[in-house]
Structures are given as C-alpha cells and as structure tokens.
C-alpha cells in the first residue's frame, strides 16, 4: 500500500486519469505524505483555476462572425484578402536579413532554387480552389509528363506514411527552364510543396534550410535535380519528411 | 448537416483557444474563425471517421502554433500587463485577482507547455492523446506537464505570493 508512487501517477490522479483502486492508492500515500500532498493540492488549484478562468467563454453568446453560414459568406470576401496576404507573406518569406533561417556557406543554385521554391510555396498554397493542375490521382501520368519537362525521370514521392496526401502538382517557369511543384496536405490542412528543377551538381551536400515567418525550406541538389520541400514547420518536423523524399526520389532515379 | 455539429463544437471551440491564447479574446477568435473555414474546407476529409472535436481542437493546434511562430514571440517576453480584463469573471475581488495572476502567468509559459496544461487541465485530454495531437513521444508530453506545472507555480509565486492558491 505504501509502496512508493511516482511522479507521473500524482499528475495522473491530479488530471481525474486514474481508476477508483489507484484513486485508493494515491490517497493513501498522501495522508502519510503532507509534502506530496501540497504539490498535489496546487496542481488541483491550477485545473481549478484554468477551468474558473475559461469555463465562462462557453456560456458566451456566439460572435455572429463564427457561426458557420457567416464563414461560408465570408469565404469569398477572405480571397479578395488573399492577393495583398499572398504579396505580404512573399516579401516576409524572401526578405533577406535577421530573423530568418538563412543558409549557410551554401551555393548559390540552392539559395536560387530555395527562393523560388518558396515562392512558389507562398503563392500556390493561398488557393483554395486550384492549388494544382493535375490532381493527386493521376500520379503516374503527371510524373511522366514533368518528367518529360524537366528532361529527366522523376518519380512523385510518396508521403502518406506521415499523414501527407498528394494534392497533385503543376508545371512552373524557373529561371533556367521548367520546374515541377508537388502539393501534398495533411487532414489538419496544413500544406507541403516540393519544388524540383533541374540545377548543377554541388557534390552531394547535406540538406540546408531557408525562410522565415513560419515558412521554411529544406533543399538539397540530387542528380540532375535541385529540390526543395516547404512547409509552415519547425526545422526538427520538416527535416525528416526532406529525407524521406531525398530518399525516394533516388530511388526512383536507380530504378 | 456540418453546420449544425460544427456550431455545436464553437463555444468549446472558443474556450480552447482563449486558454491557449492566454486570455487574448480578439486572437482566440481570429484563431476560431480560421479553424472553423479550415474545417469547412476538409469536411470531406474528416468523413466522421474521428472524434470531430479532437479534429477541430488539432486544427485549431496547428493555426495558434503557425501565429507563434509569425509572431516569433517567446511568449515568456510578453507583457503581462496584456492581459485583457476579460478575465476578471470571479465575483470576489480576491479570486478575480488570483485568477488575472493565472491568466498572465500562463501566457508566461512556453507554448509547448501551456499548451499541455491546457489540453490536460481544461479540456480533459488523456495523455496518450495530447501525445497523439502534438505528435510528441508521451515521455515528453508528461516532462512538459511537470515542467509547466512547476514554471506556473513559481511565475504565480513570483506576481504575488499571498495569491499564489487560487481558492
């Protein structure tokens, strides 16, 4: 009965996460354990109060702006927004200077390559309507028609495995030719592109980061290929999702 | 039909992203309104194969984490003192004081920490599922738990020591 209890079941029994013979149990130890109640009694205060302080919001008369016919009405006034949204965000994301994830040492196709992917991120994500071209279902035939474009094979990575779904992909002008732009989206909705056109070898280097604002790049040169997947995420949840598609865009070019 | 289950999910809606927010009444409703035409959008993706408040909750998530990031705040470098009066809902002046203490102390915390204490505290969420939602390992999800638990205390303590307990 008094065997020792851990940290992790106070919380638990704090949070009601407990069953009726731990409830016991815990409140055992805390009649023969004054400090531990203490600590105990204070969490309680602190759900109590967060309960005290928000719990009234539920009884607030809904802001007419929220209810769901007015948000399907304003849809239409949001996309109007979406032109200076779109141009705002692209100056913040290209901007060079503080405050950004800047590359470093790097080459100056990837920071080219980083640029326009990022873009291209801004601009093609805002659409609700049209993000694409080709829609995700014709995988086989978009990756033959961009890699016809591009003048190399290209397979469309796959992301499913992490939650992302393609959306499909288009065809853009980059500075030096084609490029493809790949859109996938996860059932929260938040978006990836990955941007690939043909750029120099640069031997092989790791992958770099670019952007800012919440938006950020990862890019790397790959065969023929300079490619760059972005997204709204930290640095540490984009990196192995760029891996994964490093990973499986080589081996598409093996086989 | 959507509209119907979504209206009925907004006042939990609203709760939740005041709670993130710290109390900031305007930005937990900008963050609301995102969420709800987010929600709109995917109705087809969601299909009612999950719990449609833990679907909206995630959604709502991942709009205040992109605002955290814009913003690029470290939310321990806000002003308390923005801390709207919205807050003073308790009738004892004591309690009101106590509770403004607690709304600005958590707006104090790091987000990855308030955001456990919330989820946990306020809307009742497993461990296992704010593991789920964050995408954090559950050792995590209960080291930020302590951590905040502890952080809140101390920044309560710091703000007014005779108010420290909020009963």
Redesign the interface.
């Known amino acids: 009965m008094s065997e020792r209890l851990g940290d992790d079941d106070l919380h638990a029994y704090v949070d009601g996460l407990l069953d009726q013979d731990g409830r016991d149990r815990v409140e055992a130890r805390l009649a023969d354990n004054p400090d531990q109640a203490l600590r105990v009694r204070l969490w309680q205060d602190q759900n109590d109060g967060l309960r005290r302080l928000f719990d009234p919001v539920l009884d607030e008369p809904i802001p007419p702006r929220l209810l769901p016919a007015a948000i399907r009405s304003h849809t239409w006034q949001k996309r109007r927004l979406t032109a200076l949204r779109v141009a705002a965000a692209l100056a913040l994301v290209l901007a060079g200077g503080g405050g950004g994830w800047w590359l470093r040492g790097q080459s100056s196709t990837e920071a080219q390559v980083a640029r326009e992917a990022l873009a291209a991120h801004v601009v093609y994500v805002a659409d609700q309507r049209r993000p694409v071209e080709v829609p995700g279902s014709e995988r086989d035939q978009m990756a033959t028609w961009l890699s016809k474009r591009l003048g190399a094979k290209m397979n469309v990575p796959d992301l499913s495995a992490s939650g992302y779904q393609l959306v499909g992909g288009r065809l853009l002008p980059a500075e030096n030719g084609a490029a493809a732009l790949y859109m996938y989206e996860n059932s929260l909705g938040q978006r990836l592109t990955l941007y690939v056109r043909r750029a120099p070898d640069d031997g092989g280097k790791d992958l770099r980061f670019q952007g800012r604002d919440g938006t950020l790049a990862g890019v790397w040169t790959q065969g023929p290929f300079g490619c760059a997947l972005s997204g709204p995420l930290p640095r540490e949840d984009l990196e192995p999702l760029a891996r994964q598609v490093w990973k499986q865009m080589g081996a598409a070019r093996s086989s | 039909m959507?509209?119907s289950q979504?209206?009925a999910q907004?006042?939990?809606l609203?709760?939740y992203a005041?709670?993130l927010c710290a109390?900031d009444a305007a930005l937990a409703?900008d963050l609301?309104?995102d969420c709800?035409?987010?929600a709109?959008?995917?109705w087809q993706?969601?299909r009612g194969e999950s719990d449609l408040r833990l679907?909206l909750l995630?959604?709502l998530r991942?709009l205040w984490l992109?605002e955290v990031?814009?913003r690029?705040t470290r939310p321990d470098l806000m002003d308390v003192d923005d801390c709207p009066d919205a807050?003073a809902?308790?009738p004892r002046q004591g309690?009101a004081l106590?509770?403004r203490d607690?709304?600005g102390a958590?707006g104090r915390l790091a987000p990855e920490q308030r955001e456990v204490?919330?989820l946990?505290?306020?809307e009742?969420l497993?461990?296992a599922q704010v593991a789920h939602m964050t995408?954090a390992p559950l050792g995590t999800v209960?080291s930020r738990?302590?951590r905040g638990?502890d952080r809140?205390?101390q920044l309560m303590h710091e703000d007014g020591p005779a108010l420290r307990?909020?009963?």
């Open positions: 959507a509209d979504l209206e907004i006042p939990g609203r709760r005041r709670a109390g409703d609301v309104q709800l035409e987010r709109l959008s995917r993706s969601w679907w995630a959604i991942n992109d990031r814009r690029g807050l809902v308790a309690q106590a509770l607690l709304a958590l204490l919330v946990v505290g306020l009742g497993s461990y995408g209960m738990l302590k638990r809140l205390a307990r909020v009963k």
